[in-house]
């Protein structure tokens, strides 16, 4: 991040919409921005994943390029100028919004994914409505996979993979748009490699991913975020030290979560901080 | 096995096959192997079965939901129970305009629907199989056999080799090569080697026109003691055909264009990475290494693609060598500082490399004096569809697309469209007809040359069918990583669909103008990037649509 605004050889200079900024040589052009309050819509990028350049959502102009750049994993060069907003630039991001929402169910899409597609003026509608089509898969009582709510980010495979668990359960299958994440030959998860750290739900940005909690009572009619507290603690399960954000509806524990902000996880648990709580609520003692 | 650095769901090992063993560190080591290996199995048996997958993926090793990953990207491996022989049967552009549709209508009336397994064997539709100067094509697959091409097919050729009829084939002898290029490289030095080939001016064949002695330098100056020269023969742009014309005429122009290469960049190692369905020419290819190996000093190593037109993207083709799915990386960082296992990597097109040995033997200055300023030297031109004498032509830069098709024995009937680029080039109006077919004139006058494909259509052919079939194309060869083209490409078939079935509404038209735009400025590689032009330019010209 920007660490200061004095001259320093070590840094760049660029303007980022008409204003100079200075960025160290090796920030990305959305974290230069971001440092700056510069508002960039993203779907597939998360600040603790390798970019994964899927979802374009991010691009900007930059003077010199033929096509729009993707600010989540381009580098800054010395003297780039970078502009965030214009026609051009708002039309991709609007038709962008519209093809997601013509081949996903996007309604529990983060709450930053429903102000950019309203900043953006988007018609969920234009490429054709969106029938959820596939079945849920719940397959053991943590969580549950809905693919009619899956964006393709990749967020999930990197969390399970190399950025995060290393234990690689699921990748992608298939190409094109019939592309969707999978077991090998799409075995249920608990014969998968699966180690149920459930890190991918704390990734997923749709709720395509679900604690099985949250899923049960959200079709029970139940859910009512409105009525939860978030307590933070640390996980006692070891000494590692991850901080747990319990959140709690009528006295009940009902998901899991770490900041992504916290030095220990950067949001990511273990099977036990995630989901070993059910001892705390358990009515047979 | 190697020893394990990673364990995931370990505890479960005596009951279950989900389980690879290696580690990170062990498994990148030998993960290139993974596309190898499943070929190997396709081959044998047909499919890449659960256990068969399992199998690989311990013995690589890799994660089996990796392995999976990669296996059903490609079109050549299947995951799902096959039948022994599979015959893909070209139905693209090329084909349509000759007797391509006939060939598929004889084959559902004596083999029944495609994609219906008959007892032990099955056909399906197929993209572009680049035999487009012999008429129709097909490639078969055969469980325990080689796969093999037969083109031009016949429905009861066809059935004869699924019914499991032995098939002679002809592999012609190789002669003994003459690396006088070479030897003259190796005195001059590997930096006047390079300043021949910038002092020629080539620009690169395979369709993005790169000056190659930049490229060339750019390798040799990048930092790093392991560099690579990778040959691109993942020749998959409909309509074109003239990679693998090279390949059978002469394997040792490549072979000494690539050592070469390795010379002057400082490369030990190179791949060839050639379109799966091209085994013919991969055989002749293995032959002449094996003649040649051990006079170079540069270890050359095939690598066959599985069916994936993406493959062909620079970025796309080290990730399946890699033996990942076969997607493109976000540039920079270009190939030349971080390409193939992340070294500085020359990559350059089957006739880029094959014109090397020239470029060495007559010097750099004589090559200049071909062609036209910006665009030097020979190129070979695909001349297909409705010509007299389609096939390869050689030709100096500077003819026009209409003296192209005199040459190639002018066209058959009257000519309705012209499309050059392949899939992934433009319609030509009548006027781009006589515009030189070079790098500078085709830039101006928004003409894409790409890999030297001219496909001719005469007034018979249907247009709206063309015009669809090239956007199916993409839609099925969109590798799904980035939105604009994943989703692009579908929709952009689905107006097209509409077109064909009559509706012409101004909304659609500007959905698919906003799509083209999206998918040409956001895309993460050029498959995205040029998805759209032909069926732009085909409505702009009034090929199809309601003022078609």
């Not at chain 2, 469980?143 to 002809?170: K, Y």
Request: include cysteine.
């Amino acid at each position: 991040m920007i660490e200061s605004v004095l001259p320093n050889p070590g840094l760049v200079e660029v303007t980022v919409n008409g204003k100079t900024v200075l960025a160290r040589p090796d920030a990305t052009i959305l974290e230069v921005c971001r440092a700056e309050n510069v508002d960039i819509p993203t779907m597939c990028f998360l600040e603790t994943l390798s970019p994964f350049n899927s979802c374009r959502l991010c691009v900007v102009e930059v003077t010199g390029s033929r096509t729009l750049v993707p600010s989540c994993s381009r580098t800054v060069d010395r003297g780039m100028e970078i502009t965030t907003e214009s026609e051009r630039i708002a039309n991709t991001r609007q038709t962008l919004y519209e093809m997601y929402a013509s081949t996903v169910d996007l309604s529990l899409a983060d709450a930053d994914t429903q102000r950019w597609m309203a900043k953006y003026d988007v018609s969920p509608d234009r490429f054709g409505h969106y029938e959820a089509h596939r079945e849920v898969k719940v397959q053991d009582d943590l969580y549950i996979r809905d693919y009619d709510k899956c964006v393709m980010c990749y967020r999930c495979v990197a969390a399970c993979g190399p950025d995060a668990q290393n234990t690689f359960a699921i990748d992608v299958a298939g190409r094109g748009l019939f592309a969707t994440i999978s077991t090998e030959f799409d075995v249920v998860l608990p014969d998968s490699a699966c180690v149920y750290c459930g890190n991918c739900i704390g990734v997923c940005p749709t709720g395509a991913l679900m604690f099985k909690s949250e899923f049960d009572m959200r079709e029970a009619g139940t859910w009512d975020e409105n009525r939860q507290t978030i307590t933070t603690t640390i996980c006692s399960f070891c000494g590692v030290g991850c901080n747990l954000d319990l959140h709690v509806q009528d006295n009940r524990v009902v998901k899991v979560t770490s900041p992504i902000d916290h030095e220990v996880t950067d949001g990511h648990l273990c099977i036990k901080g995630r989901f070993g709580y059910a001892y705390l609520q358990s009515e047979d003692p | 096995m190697p020893e394990s650095s990673w364990s995931g769901a370990e505890e479960r090992v005596p009951t279950d096959d989900h389980v690879a063993y290696g580690g990170f560190h062990g498994a990148a080591s030998r993960r290139h192997l993974l596309l190898p290996v499943l070929h190997a199995v396709q081959d044998s048996i047909g499919w890449v079965s659960h256990g068969a997958l399992n199998y690989v993926s311990k013995r690589i090793p890799v994660a089996p939901a990796e392995a999976y990953g990669v296996a059903t990207f490609y079109d050549l491996i299947t995951t799902e129970h096959m039948p022994a022989r599979v015959a893909r049967v070209c139905d693209d552009v090329v084909c349509k305009a000759g007797d391509g549709n006939k060939l598929i209508s004889d084959l559902e009336a004596e083999l029944g629907p495609e994609n219906t397994a008959n007892g032990e064997s099955m056909w399906v539709r197929s993209a572009c199989l680049g035999h487009c100067e012999k008429g129709t094509v097909a490639f078969i697959q055969r469980a325990g056999e080689q796969a093999l091409t037969i083109a031009p097919a016949t429905a009861d050729e066809i059935a004869a080799v699924l019914r499991g009829d032995s098939v002679t084939t002809n592999t012609p002898p190789v002669p003994a090569p003459f690396f006088t290029a070479l030897t003259k490289a190796h005195t001059m030095g590997a930096a006047a080697v390079r300043n021949e080939v910038v002092a020629s001016g080539i620009r690169g064949r395979g369709g993005a026109a790169f000056p190659v002695g930049v490229k060339w330098n750019g390798v040799a100056n990048a930092p790093g003691d392991t560099k690579y020269v990778v040959c691109n023969a993942d020749e998959s742009e409909p309509g074109t055909f003239k990679d693998r014309w090279l390949i059978e005429q002469n394997p040792f122009a490549l072979i000494e264009g690539i050592a070469i290469a390795a010379f002057a960049v400082g490369a030990s190692k190179a791949y060839i990475y050639i379109r799966g369905e091209y085994r013919e020419a991969e055989d002749l290819l293995a032959s002449a290494l094996e003649v040649a190996g051990s006079d170079l000093d540069v270890d050359i190593e095939i690598r066959r693609g599985a069916g994936a037109y993406i493959c062909g993207e620079e970025t796309a083709l080290f990730n399946s060598i890699e033996g990942f799915r076969g997607q493109p990386r976000q540039k920079p960082p270009f190939p030349t500082q971080s390409g193939l296992f992340g070294s500085p990597t020359l990559i350059n097109n089957v006739e880029t490399l094959a014109a090397i040995p020239g470029i060495v033997t007559d010097r750099g200055a004589a090559f200049a004096q071909i062609g036209t300023e910006e665009s030097t030297g020979l190129k070979l031109f695909c001349v297909s569809g409705n010509v007299g004498n389609p096939g390869v032509y050689h030709v100096e830069f500077g003819v026009t697309t209409r003296e192209l098709i005199n040459l190639a024995g002018g066209a058959n009937g009257e000519i309705q469209a012209v499309l050059t680029g392949g899939a992934a080039g433009s319609f030509l109006t009548e006027t781009q007809l006589d515009v030189p077919l070079t790098f500078e004139d085709g830039r101006d006058s928004g003409i894409s040359l790409g890999s030297g494909a001219i496909i001719v259509f005469n007034t018979d052919v249907d247009m709206m069918e063309i015009t669809h079939r090239i956007a199916e194309f993409f839609a099925h060869e969109s590798c799904g990583l980035c939105v604009p083209c994943r989703v692009g490409t579908t929709r952009q078939l689905d107006i097209v669909g509409r077109m064909r079935e009559g509706s012409d509404t101004q909304t659609d038209r500007r959905d698919l103008d906003n799509i083209g735009w999206v998918m040409r400025d956001a895309s993460i590689c050029g498959l995205g990037h040029t998805a759209s032009n032909a069926v732009e330019s085909a409505i702009r010209i009034g090929l199809i649509g309601s003022d078609a």
